[in-house]
T-cell receptor, first 116, second 110 residues
Protein backbone atom coordinates (compact mmCIF):
# COMPACT_ATOMS: atom_id res chain seq x y z
CA UNK A 1 0.00 0.00 0.00
CA UNK A 2 0.84 3.65 -0.25
CA UNK A 3 3.41 4.78 2.29
CA UNK A 4 3.96 8.28 3.58
CA UNK A 5 7.08 8.89 5.63
CA UNK A 6 7.29 11.82 8.02
CA UNK A 7 10.39 13.03 9.84
CA UNK A 8 11.16 13.74 12.62
CA UNK A 9 8.69 11.82 14.75
CA UNK A 10 9.22 14.16 17.64
CA UNK A 11 11.11 17.38 18.26
CA UNK A 12 11.64 19.69 21.20
CA UNK A 13 12.72 23.24 20.48
CA UNK A 14 13.06 26.53 22.27
CA UNK A 15 10.75 29.49 21.75
CA UNK A 16 11.79 31.61 18.82
CA UNK A 17 13.50 28.89 16.87
CA UNK A 18 12.29 27.27 13.65
CA UNK A 19 11.53 23.64 13.03
CA UNK A 20 11.30 21.84 9.70
CA UNK A 21 9.16 18.75 9.22
CA UNK A 22 9.54 16.58 6.13
CA UNK A 23 6.87 14.48 4.46
CA UNK A 24 7.72 12.01 1.71
CA UNK A 25 5.60 9.74 -0.40
CA UNK A 26 7.72 6.62 -0.72
CA UNK A 27 6.09 4.57 -3.44
CA UNK A 28 3.92 7.01 -5.30
CA UNK A 29 3.98 10.55 -6.56
CA UNK A 30 1.94 13.19 -4.81
CA UNK A 31 1.21 16.47 -6.54
CA UNK A 32 -0.82 17.42 -3.51
CA UNK A 33 -0.13 16.85 0.15
CA UNK A 34 -2.10 18.00 3.16
CA UNK A 35 -0.84 19.20 6.50
CA UNK A 36 -2.99 18.68 9.57
CA UNK A 37 -2.56 19.68 13.19
CA UNK A 38 -4.07 17.90 16.16
CA UNK A 39 -4.20 19.24 19.69
CA UNK A 40 -4.73 16.81 22.59
CA UNK A 41 -8.15 15.19 22.60
CA UNK A 42 -9.21 17.12 19.53
CA UNK A 43 -9.69 16.09 15.96
CA UNK A 44 -7.45 16.76 13.01
CA UNK A 45 -7.65 20.26 11.62
CA UNK A 46 -6.49 20.96 8.10
CA UNK A 47 -3.84 23.65 8.06
CA UNK A 48 -2.88 23.86 4.42
CA UNK A 49 -2.73 22.13 1.09
CA UNK A 50 0.72 21.73 -0.38
CA UNK A 51 0.88 21.87 -4.17
CA UNK A 52 3.88 20.70 -6.17
CA UNK A 53 5.20 23.52 -8.29
CA UNK A 54 2.95 26.21 -6.89
CA UNK A 55 2.12 28.00 -3.68
CA UNK A 56 0.40 26.26 -0.83
CA UNK A 57 -3.15 27.18 0.04
CA UNK A 58 -3.85 27.85 3.68
CA UNK A 59 -7.01 27.39 5.68
CA UNK A 60 -8.64 30.34 7.32
CA UNK A 61 -6.82 31.38 10.46
CA UNK A 62 -3.52 29.70 9.59
CA UNK A 63 -0.65 32.16 9.20
CA UNK A 64 1.19 31.45 5.98
CA UNK A 65 4.25 33.41 7.10
CA UNK A 66 4.52 31.34 10.24
CA UNK A 67 3.91 27.94 8.69
CA UNK A 68 6.02 27.83 5.57
CA UNK A 69 5.27 25.04 3.14
CA UNK A 70 7.46 23.97 0.27
CA UNK A 71 6.55 21.20 -2.15
CA UNK A 72 9.91 20.75 -3.79
CA UNK A 73 9.21 17.61 -5.77
CA UNK A 74 6.51 15.06 -6.48
CA UNK A 75 7.54 13.09 -3.40
CA UNK A 76 8.52 15.73 -0.84
CA UNK A 77 6.71 18.45 1.06
CA UNK A 78 8.14 20.34 4.02
CA UNK A 79 6.47 22.35 6.75
CA UNK A 80 8.59 24.86 8.63
CA UNK A 81 7.23 26.29 11.84
CA UNK A 82 8.97 29.63 12.15
CA UNK A 83 9.58 31.48 15.40
CA UNK A 84 7.88 28.73 17.33
CA UNK A 85 5.97 29.49 20.51
CA UNK A 86 4.64 27.14 23.19
CA UNK A 87 1.13 27.42 21.73
CA UNK A 88 2.49 25.82 18.54
CA UNK A 89 3.14 22.62 20.47
CA UNK A 90 0.97 20.04 18.79
CA UNK A 91 0.90 16.87 16.72
CA UNK A 92 1.54 17.70 13.06
CA UNK A 93 0.55 15.11 10.48
CA UNK A 94 1.03 15.13 6.74
CA UNK A 95 -0.99 13.12 4.30
CA UNK A 96 -1.26 12.44 0.61
CA UNK A 97 -3.79 10.82 -1.69
CA UNK A 98 -2.36 7.88 -3.56
CA UNK A 99 -4.54 8.23 -6.59
CA UNK A 100 -7.40 10.18 -8.03
CA UNK A 101 -9.28 12.93 -6.24
CA UNK A 102 -11.58 10.40 -4.59
CA UNK A 103 -8.83 8.24 -3.18
CA UNK A 104 -8.21 7.89 0.56
CA UNK A 105 -5.55 9.92 2.29
CA UNK A 106 -2.55 8.08 3.62
CA UNK A 107 -0.99 9.62 6.68
CA UNK A 108 2.57 9.95 7.84
CA UNK A 109 3.37 8.89 11.39
CA UNK A 110 3.13 12.44 12.62
CA UNK A 111 5.53 14.80 14.37
CA UNK A 112 5.09 15.68 18.01
CA UNK A 113 6.35 19.22 18.43
CA UNK A 114 7.04 20.59 21.89
CA UNK A 115 8.12 24.21 22.19
CA UNK A 116 9.66 25.15 25.54
CA UNK B 1 -20.13 25.83 7.10
CA UNK B 2 -19.08 22.30 6.28
CA UNK B 3 -19.28 20.02 9.30
CA UNK B 4 -18.79 16.42 10.27
CA UNK B 5 -20.49 15.30 13.46
CA UNK B 6 -19.91 12.09 15.37
CA UNK B 7 -21.57 10.70 18.46
CA UNK B 8 -19.27 11.85 21.17
CA UNK B 9 -18.86 8.66 23.16
CA UNK B 10 -16.98 7.22 24.82
CA UNK B 11 -18.46 3.95 23.73
CA UNK B 12 -17.81 0.92 25.88
CA UNK B 13 -18.69 -2.55 24.58
CA UNK B 14 -17.92 -6.04 25.85
CA UNK B 15 -15.59 -8.24 23.88
CA UNK B 16 -17.40 -10.04 21.11
CA UNK B 17 -20.19 -7.46 20.85
CA UNK B 18 -20.99 -5.09 18.00
CA UNK B 19 -19.79 -1.51 18.24
CA UNK B 20 -21.86 0.98 16.26
CA UNK B 21 -20.45 4.36 15.30
CA UNK B 22 -22.41 7.14 13.65
CA UNK B 23 -21.50 10.18 11.62
CA UNK B 24 -23.48 12.92 9.90
CA UNK B 25 -22.22 15.55 7.51
CA UNK B 26 -23.49 18.87 6.28
CA UNK B 27 -22.43 19.06 2.62
CA UNK B 28 -24.95 17.26 0.44
CA UNK B 29 -22.46 17.33 -2.44
CA UNK B 30 -19.97 15.12 -0.61
CA UNK B 31 -18.97 12.03 -2.56
CA UNK B 32 -16.43 10.10 -0.51
CA UNK B 33 -16.46 8.95 3.07
CA UNK B 34 -13.79 7.38 5.19
CA UNK B 35 -13.32 5.78 8.56
CA UNK B 36 -9.95 6.03 10.26
CA UNK B 37 -8.75 4.47 13.49
CA UNK B 38 -6.35 6.37 15.69
CA UNK B 39 -4.53 4.92 18.65
CA UNK B 40 -3.35 7.31 21.32
CA UNK B 41 -0.28 9.23 20.20
CA UNK B 42 -0.35 7.76 16.72
CA UNK B 43 -1.51 9.04 13.36
CA UNK B 44 -4.77 7.83 11.81
CA UNK B 45 -4.88 4.64 9.81
CA UNK B 46 -7.49 3.97 7.16
CA UNK B 47 -10.05 1.30 7.97
CA UNK B 48 -12.59 1.70 5.20
CA UNK B 49 -13.88 4.01 2.54
CA UNK B 50 -17.28 4.09 0.92
CA UNK B 51 -18.56 6.05 -2.05
CA UNK B 52 -21.97 4.55 -2.85
CA UNK B 53 -25.17 4.23 -0.88
CA UNK B 54 -25.59 0.96 0.95
CA UNK B 55 -23.31 -1.33 2.88
CA UNK B 56 -19.69 -2.21 2.35
CA UNK B 57 -18.12 -5.02 4.31
CA UNK B 58 -14.46 -5.71 4.99
CA UNK B 59 -13.76 -8.43 7.50
CA UNK B 60 -15.31 -7.46 10.82
CA UNK B 61 -16.04 -3.93 9.65
CA UNK B 62 -19.12 -2.73 7.79
CA UNK B 63 -19.59 0.82 6.57
CA UNK B 64 -23.06 2.05 5.74
CA UNK B 65 -23.83 5.14 3.69
CA UNK B 66 -27.10 6.98 3.20
CA UNK B 67 -26.53 10.11 1.16
CA UNK B 68 -30.18 11.20 1.33
CA UNK B 69 -29.92 11.31 5.11
CA UNK B 70 -26.32 12.53 5.00
CA UNK B 71 -25.36 9.73 7.31
CA UNK B 72 -22.51 7.25 7.41
CA UNK B 73 -21.88 4.59 10.02
CA UNK B 74 -19.35 1.96 10.96
CA UNK B 75 -20.12 -1.36 12.59
CA UNK B 76 -17.43 -3.40 14.26
CA UNK B 77 -18.51 -7.00 14.74
CA UNK B 78 -16.95 -9.37 17.25
CA UNK B 79 -15.17 -6.46 18.93
CA UNK B 80 -11.72 -7.20 20.28
CA UNK B 81 -9.69 -5.34 22.91
CA UNK B 82 -7.29 -4.33 20.12
CA UNK B 83 -10.18 -2.40 18.56
CA UNK B 84 -10.04 0.03 21.48
CA UNK B 85 -9.14 3.34 19.85
CA UNK B 86 -10.62 6.58 18.60
CA UNK B 87 -12.53 6.26 15.34
CA UNK B 88 -12.57 9.25 13.05
CA UNK B 89 -15.17 9.83 10.40
CA UNK B 90 -13.84 11.82 7.45
CA UNK B 91 -15.78 13.34 4.60
CA UNK B 92 -14.42 14.70 1.38
CA UNK B 93 -16.50 17.74 0.64
CA UNK B 94 -17.22 19.12 -2.80
CA UNK B 95 -14.04 21.22 -2.64
CA UNK B 96 -12.04 17.95 -2.34
CA UNK B 97 -10.76 18.76 1.14
CA UNK B 98 -11.04 16.04 3.75
CA UNK B 99 -12.68 17.09 7.00
CA UNK B 100 -12.73 15.04 10.15
CA UNK B 101 -15.23 14.58 12.90
CA UNK B 102 -14.17 14.91 16.50
CA UNK B 103 -13.89 11.15 16.85
CA UNK B 104 -15.57 8.53 18.99
CA UNK B 105 -13.46 6.70 21.53
CA UNK B 106 -14.26 3.02 21.75
CA UNK B 107 -13.27 0.80 24.65
CA UNK B 108 -13.69 -2.95 24.32
CA UNK B 109 -13.93 -4.65 27.71
CA UNK B 110 -12.31 -8.06 27.97
Amino acid sequence: GAVVSQHPSWVICKSGTSVKIECRSLDFQATTMFWYRQFPKQSLMLMATSNEGSKATYEQGVEKDKFLINHASLTLSTLTVTSAHPEDSSFYICSAPSGQDNSPLHFGNGTRLTVT
Amino acid sequence: QKEVEQNSGPLSVPEGAIASLNCTYSDRGSQSFFWYRQYSGKSPELIMFIYSNGDKEDGRFTAQLNKASQYVSLLIRDSQPSDSATYLCAVRFSDYKLSFGAGTTVTVRA
